[in-house]
């Protein structure tokens, strides 16, 4: 019997190690907010981000007064880090989505320990690339032109232009993560402030949870609410992605006029999403001791995907090589000599191959897929990678256009730059907000992971001893939550 | 060439200035894309004169600012959808030909090539370029230069 249990614990590896009760799940995650001291290394590490966002901030208002004059970008290369720049932060945000809604459908219980930080990120990025293209409009205060609404000007979007198309898929992709977000944190919410000493606290948690007491009704609501979510959400996954790279495929340039684009952007989307989790999930399960909650298998787990999505990019690589061949169209076939070997970004496409395509070769290997540190190098290393693809995508096709008269190299300003980075420091102010005032790991979901959880319907006898593993996966959430009811 | 106005290059203080512009025009401003109308101003005078007069605009009415100041009469401009127009008739020249056609622009602006001199005895004279020496050539060079744009 204890070789069963061993092969069953290979098979279905816990998703929740030590001994825990609902208890002691509740009070780890809660009291982190709420009752131990924050650490000191919050504060370092929220005074070093807030300190890199006030570049952001300087960018934007300079920006805002002189104009766009101040980036580096002008014709041919009309598009540049501000367009690169939205796609990585877009890209990064898939993750979040992809382990909330697809995952979610798919009954994958590695992503309940997981999921609430992962579309923290999700909303978090999403803020950070809707900056750009809403600054390069050039006069942002006049943006809601893009919407269509009745106005005395006679004007009125232009639908069959894919920028148009973005405005509709990432406004929708903003809203429905946010609400999704939310909506999965009102019965945590409700915990901390049932939990809350200080009166603030109290009435902030309060005013959030919204009335949330926790009936039979009330989780019923939310399973169906979060159900349907989950399901707007899952398209969404493939079509935002799908979208942005189509303002690059739609056009005639050579390197962005390819089918292969939409697969290839969300499988690229996805692989840096990940990479991104990993960054924030290895640091925060370190220092934040939640080793318990986000365990090595989840680490595992997510190097695999990274492995998969990663592998798809590459031969999305190994495809743009071969339709620029097969196509015989000189343009392409410069396109590829620009961009490979003969034109002055050559290198970037290396860095990009070495970064993207060579880099996660290390993670077919269970002992690098087993290190943390690895891990946490590996998905740096990524999202490098991911960025420099961008680069190549946008900039090297753009120099070498159909007209040699017009050719130009591209060089960012020191405003690209701050703007980026300010936009990074952004972020994780964002998120070490986030880590500080709420629940960074869904409790009542991690709870339906538990041994207690499982709800026993009385087999004993020879599979007494089956019934007993941690992680009975055939066990419905609805059984496990109806359990949990306080 | 400013394809966009992506800071403010003009200068709006300046009181001497303001002589200096012309007063039918606005200026466009940062932010906005910088492109040509076709002198708009003197399109919509024309519209209102014919208005007036209860008829259509007449070819050659509209004058456009780059068209007057041309020396060489290079520059033609009218309605496309009157087949009588002297535009029109250009454009059915087989000399015609747009920036980029093969990708489909559609372009308004197209341009008439170059005429070369068919006096074997003059020193700009070129030979006439046969179906095989045309091969010959694209072979030769990688790219698909497009000839030169005459203005």
Redesign the interface.
Known sequence: MQEVKKIQKNLHPPMVEGDHSFASVTDIISDRTLKKRTPYGWFIGFALAFMVAQSLLFTVVYLVITGIGIWGNNQPVGWAFDIINFVWWIGIGHAGTLISAILLLMNQKWRTSINRFAEAMTLFAVACAGLFPLLHTGRPWLAYWLFPYPNTMGMWPQFRSPLMWDVFAVSTYATVSLLFWYVGLIPDIATLRDRAKNKYFKTVYGLLSMGWRGSAKHWHRYEIAYLLLAGISTPLVLSVHSIVSFDFSVAQLPGWHATIFPPYFVAGAIFAGFAMVLILCIPLRHWYGMEDFITKTHLIFMGKVMLATGLIVVYGYAMEGFFGWYSANEFEVFMIYNRVWGGPYWWFYWLLILCNGLSIQLLWFKRFRESEFWLFFISIIVSIGMWLERFVIIVTSLHRDFLPSSWAMYSPTVFDWSMFIGTIGFFFTLLFLFVRFLPVISIFEVRTLLPDAQVNHGHHGAHGELNDRPNAFNESINDAQGAEEK | ?R??????YQDWDTPQYKLMRNPEVSVRS???MEKCTYCTQRIAIARIEAEKDQRNIKDGEIVTACQSVCPADAIVFGDLNDPNSQVSKLKKDHRNYA??NE?NTQPRTTYLANLKNQNREMPDYVAPKTIESNREESKDS?????SEPKH
Do not use: Y
Not at chain 2, 3 to 8: A, I, W
Not at chain 2, 142 to 146: L, T
């Open positions: 060439m394809r966009f106005n992506f800071l403010l940062r932010g906005v920036l980029l990708l990688n790219q698909g230069e497009p």
